[in-house]
């Protein structure tokens, strides 16, 4: 889902998914989801989110809508960054396999 697509939930658009589009959870070492096999969306919600400033908006939809709570974490400017906060602790994301 690009950054300036309609929510899934926009009453203005039909929307019929086309493929499922598989990610991978990246979390810290010790993290509870850390070495589990598939994740339900579910079981990450109230997580700390670490995102780039181009994923930000797409990851909050993808999030939506509720229960899931989707808690924006560190704001990272590169990617190469973003493995390294995580394993830091400063949060996880979700990645293109």
């Given at each position: 889902?690009?950054?300036?697509?309609?929510?899934?939930?926009?009453?203005?658009?039909?929307?019929?998914?086309?493929?499922?589009?598989?990610?991978?959870?990246v979390v810290p070492l010790g993290h509870p989801l850390a070495g589990r096999g598939p994740v339900e969306l579910a079981a990450v919600s109230g997580e700390d989110?670490?995102?780039?400033?181009?994923?930000?908006?797409?990851?909050?939809?993808?999030?939506?809508?509720?229960?899931?709570?989707?808690?924006?974490?560190?704001?990272?400017?590169?990617?190469?960054?973003?493995?390294?906060?995580?394993?830091?602790?400063?949060?996880?994301?979700?990645?293109?396999?």
């Open positions: 889902m690009h950054a300036d697509s309609p929510a899934v939930d926009d009453l203005r658009f039909v929307q019929r998914p086309l493929m499922d589009d598989f990610l991978d959870l989110w670490t995102t780039l400033p181009t994923t930000r908006i797409a990851s909050s939809r993808r999030c939506a809508p509720p229960p899931v709570l989707h808690r924006a974490g560190a704001l990272l400017d590169e990617w190469p960054a973003v493995p390294a906060g995580i394993g830091h602790g400063m949060g996880c994301i979700w990645c293109s396999g």
